[in-house]
């Protein structure tokens, strides 16, 4: 099953703009990861973010926790056309080796 | 340092046969995870491997069944497919513990399509 939903399911913006992307989820989590997803292949992960941390920032991107809400934010900042893919978010549980993902959030750079 | 390779890259079936899809694992990890995406969704976790052994499975039927080799690689099989089962099937691999700590890596995937 699916742990959250991310929103929106998908974003079109010009080259050089932000993009914010949102994923919410249901259970208690030991972090929650970002990852990218090219033409329908392979998951390239992003960034990783303990339970415990509210921010975390790696190069262009930038992801935010509010366990309290259960949600989190990536924000790509300064898009390029090679940002064009799918986004997804997956949250790992503690005492779990699994990660569930969230159903992802296409997004499209114009150039 | 090689990747995950899952092989193959595509495939045809036509419902109720039966497939194999492979995965070798990136060196050094020694658990592997199948990942079925549907299009359009997110990946769903269709069972772990660790040790040969089914480590956690998902919400999959029996006719989903797997195998783990002494060199960490392994097979996904499907029996009696179904039209359902049309979908992108992904290989990850990690050392066991870290696969939610960001430590998977995952291949480029199989894209089944049952007619």
């Known amino acids: 099953s699916q742990q959250g939903e991310e929103d929106p399911q998908a974003l079109s913006i010009q080259e050089g703009e932000n993009a914010t992307m949102n994923c919410s989820y249901k259970?208690?989590?030991?972090?929650l990861q970002w990852y990218r997803q090219n033409s329908g292949r392979g998951l390239v992960h992003l960034i990783l973010i303990r339970s415990n941390e509210r921010e975390k920032h790696s190069g262009r991107l930038r992801v935010t926790l509010d366990t309290s809400k259960k949600s989190s934010s990536l924000l790509i900042t300064a898009s390029r056309a090679a940002d064009t893919a799918s986004y997804f978010c997956a949250t790992g549980e503690v005492g779990d080796d699994k990660i569930i993902f969230g159903k992802g959030t296409r997004l499209h750079i114009l150039p | 340092e090689t990747g995950v390779t899952q092989s193959p890259t595509h495939l045809i079936k036509t419902r109720g046969q039966q497939v194999t899809l492979r995965c070798s694992s990136q060196?050094?990890?020694?658990?592997v995870s199948w990942y079925q995406q549907a299009l359009g969704q997110g990946p769903q976790f269709i069972f772990q491997y660790y040790r040969e052994e089914e480590n956690g499975r998902g919400n999959f039927p029996p006719r989903f069944s797997g195998l783990q080799f002494p060199n960490y690689s392994s097979e996904l099989n499907v029996n009696a497919l179904e039209l359902d089962d049309s979908a992108l099937y992904l290989c990850?691999?990690?050392?066991?513990?870290?696969?939610?700590?960001?430590?998977?890596?995952f291949g480029s995937g199989t894209r089944l399509t049952v007619v």
């Open positions: 990850a691999s990690s050392q066991v513990g870290q696969g939610s700590l960001g430590g998977y890596t």
């Open positions: 060196s050094g990890h020694n658990t």
């Open positions: 259970t208690s989590i030991n972090n």
